[in-house]
Each structure stands twice: as C-alpha cells, then as structure tokens.
C-alpha cells in the first residue's frame, strides 16, 4: 500500500530557504516516478517538480533555479530544496507517485514565506 508523508514546511521570510522531504511506503522509486505539487488557497494545484525513474528533473518555470528536487531510493524520500524563496510560493506543498495510473498524494506540507 501507497504512503507518502511529508515534512519541512514551515514560515520562512523571502529570500530564506526550506527543504521539503517526503517518506514513501510501498513504492518503488526504481520504477516510479515521483512529484512535489503545490496548492495555494483559491488556486488551481499545479506541479512544481518532478524526477522520473531515471533521476531526470523537470521544474516548473516559476522555480528554475530556486528549486531542486531530489530522491534516495534506498531510504525511499525524495526532497525539494527551495531556495530564494518568494511570497508566490506560499502554497500547501505535496509529495505524488502515479502507480499503475493511479496518483497518490501524501497530506501535505504547509510553506509560508513572509514578505
């Protein structure tokens, strides 16, 4: 069974850093690949980054350079680092797996930045 628990949000002023990590249980990240999406209240969720089996990344335009995900198959966490961080990114971050083309999501994380 699919478990995604993240942790490391917390409020940081702009320009600060915070590092996000997720625990996956019944995951295979050999295989799989694995996400951090962001909701902000009133908004639509969107992704913010994404690692294929492969250890490729891809990021969302807003956080280019800010921001490097990141995983560990043998501990099974993946991770966001988020640096130069902007009031914008204040949203509820949250870690995502697609197993036989189902997603999965953890509870989320809350980042605020203070500006």
């Known amino acids: 069974q699919v478990r995604l628990v993240e942790s490391g949000g917390g409020l940081v002023q702009a320009g600060g850093s915070l590092r996000l990590s997720c625990a996956a249980s019944?995951?295979?990240?050999?295989?799989?690949?694995m996400a951090w999406y962001r909701q902000a209240p009133a908004k639509e969720r969107e992704l913010v980054a994404a690692?294929?089996?492969?250890?490729?990344?891809n990021y969302t335009d807003s956080v280019k350079g800010r921001f490097t995900i990141s995983k560990d198959w043998r501990l099974s966490t993946v991770a966001l680092q988020m640096n130069s961080l902007k009031s914008e990114d204040t949203a509820r971050y949250f870690c995502?797996?697609?197993?036989?083309?189902?997603?999965?999501w953890g509870q989320g994380t809350q980042v605020t930045v203070s500006s």
């Open positions: 690692i294929t089996s492969g250890g490729s990344a």
């Open positions: 995502n797996t697609k197993q036989k083309e189902k997603d999965y």
């Open positions: 019944g995951v295979n990240m050999k295989i799989q690949p």
